[in-house]
């Protein structure tokens, strides 16, 4: 397979961060491959800041693609059919143009395999026409398209208009019949920022063309409060947060605009299982204030795939990866199981896809109403 950004050379690689040199690594809601990374698109709010790869604005190739997609599926958190892959998710847009053909030979190798996993495609770029052939001649891998959506207008914080990501959701959405689904990946939900009346009804406008929608807030972290503080951007809330922040007060608001509509979802697993007619893969419906949103029918494909694992089937699934070894299997309830033992969170999702179950860790406890959110803007929260 050719590579069409730049490919770095082993001396280029080694003088990256460390993060940035795994190529696959296991994030919430995928196992993320990650070859090429840079982004021109300057969203101030970007996951880059955390990577060290804020200044990687050219868009480069770690290796290529053929060589990425073996070290995807040969890694070993990769599960054939069962783990889900999110594709260029972390440092670059997957259709910038020269990163375009990139997304698309890595979905045709994944697809010439027979695999079946879902295949996650997050973007806000433009999208053309062909797209829809081209992503219709995939049959086995299950993609979605996710089209990040915000409505902010404040140039200096998302340079690139969130109406290319509208045009683009429209456009792929559009033929009644076709392999692929769109999900409206409405985020970062900021308050005072893109949350007045005004933006909220313009996303439900916006999400009737989409097969699902999920809405969600801001990954406020260290770096890149420090960059706000920097360049004098106005800051949305006064603590930085370890997970995505949405006040209470927010999600109301926008349970409120949706009220009625029956494809509205907190988690993107939900969103994006819905689309596909199949049961979470994250295993949430324990979770049950998760579901008070969601279509009676899909409530019901969920509970009959709602398996509460035992201890020994927990320890039967992590005993091939070594840095499980020191796994402790604190409880067990419907909602989840709770382990510790865990050095970092990689292991932890490949225990909750391979089960279909939610895995928590005893030292981030999941508060209930939260979803595993940020305290930040909730006034009460209880373990």
């Known amino acids: 397979m050719p590579t069409f950004v730049p490919l770095l050379n082993k001396e280029q690689i080694s003088r990256l961060p460390d993060r940035a040199r795994e190529v696959v690594e296991y994030r919430k809601s995928g196992l993320s491959l990650n070859h090429v990374q840079g982004c021109p698109l300057d969203c101030a709010y ?19 693609d053929a060589e990425a997609v073996a070290e995807l599926v040969n890694h070993r958190y990769f599960q054939p059919h069962v783990t889900p892959v999110q594709v260029f998710n972390r440092a670059t847009d997957p259709f910038l143009p020269a990163v375009r053909p990139h997304t698309f030979a890595v979905l045709e190798d994944l697809d010439a395999r027979g695999l079946r996993n879902h295949v996650l495609v997050i973007t806000r770029h433009q999208m053309k026409p062909e797209d829809i052939d081209r992503l219709n001649r995939l049959i086995s891998v299950k993609v979605t398209l996710l089209f990040t959506y915000s409505g902010i207008e404040n140039k200096d914080i998302e340079p690139y208009p969130s109406h290319v990501a509208a045009e683009s959701l429209k456009l792929m959405s559009a033929p009644r019949e076709r392999q ?204």
């Open 180 to 383: 692929y689904r769109t999900v409206l990946y409405w985020r970062p939900l900021v308050p005072g920022l893109n949350d007045s009346p005004e933006h909220l009804d313009r996303a439900y406008e916006l999400s009737q063309h989409a097969d699902a929608t999920v809405f969600t807030g801001l990954f406020y972290r260290d770096q890149i409060a420090d960059y706000y503080r920097a360049n004098k951007l106005p800051e949305p809330y006064d603590e930085t947060a370890r997970r995505k922040i949405v006040p209470e007060t927010l999600e109301r608001r926008v349970l409120s605009t949706f009220a009625g509509g029956e494809s509205l979802f907190r988690k993107t697993s939900c969103a994006v299982s819905y689309a596909h007619g199949e049961p979470d893969y994250n295993g949430h419906y324990g979770i049950r204030e998760l579901c008070d949103i969601c279509p009676l029918a899909q409530l019901d494909l969920c509970a009959s795939a709602h398996r509460v694992p035992t201890t020994d089937g927990i320890r039967e699934v992590a005993r091939t990866l070594p840095e499980a070894s020191g796994l402790v299997v604190v409880d067990i309830t419907e909602r989840a199981a709770i382990v510790s033992g865990l050095a970092e969170e990689q292991p932890r999702y490949y225990l909750q896809h391979a089960l279909g179950f939610q895995v928590h860790d005893v030292r981030h406890p999941h508060h209930d109403r939260q979803h595993g959110r940020a305290d930040i803007g909730w006034k009460e929260p209880t373990s």
């Open 46 to 64: 970007c996951i880059r800041h955390t990577y060290g790869l804020w200044d990687a604005r050219q868009p480069r190739a770690l290796m290529t």
